[in-house]
């Protein structure tokens, strides 16, 4: 069993950074692709960013290229998603995903956290 732990979320004022991080417990495969998603109220979860067990398979969705930067450590365990420049549209849940084969649709991944808020004020 895959285990996800989302941390690293809060209110920023826009224009603002956080460093969010996502744990995954120590029996999860090093080839297992790990993706950040994100849900705001009444809006179906999206597509963030992806780090497939490649080196140089990131991927990130049009709103955040550019602003949100995706890694992992050296244990491929931990990924982590920095933010920068986030604007009040990024406000949302922002969830970890654990899927055997990366993509970018939520429905591909078996393994999630229970999320960690982002609240940009304006």
């Known amino acids: 069993q895959v285990r996800v732990v989302e941390s690293g979320g809060g209110l920023v004022q826009a224009g603002g950074s956080l460093r969010l991080s996502c744990v995954a417990s120590?029996?999860?495969?090093?080839?297992?692709?790990k993706a950040w998603f994100r849900q705001a109220p009444g809006k179906e979860r999206e597509f963030v960013a992806v780090?497939?067990?490649?080196?140089?398979?990131?991927h990130y969705a049009d709103a955040v290229k550019g602003r949100f930067t995706v890694s992992r450590d050296k244990t491929r365990n931990k990924l982590f998603l920095e933010m920068n420049n986030l604007k009040p549209e990024d406000t949302a849940t922002y969830y970890c995903g654990v899927a055997r084969r990366g993509s970018t649709r939520s429905a591909d991944y078996s393994y999630w956290g229970q999320g960690t808020q982002v609240t940009v004020s304006a």
């Open positions: 780090m497939g067990p490649s080196a140089g398979s990131e």
């Open positions: 120590e029996r999860t495969p090093s080839a297992y692709t």
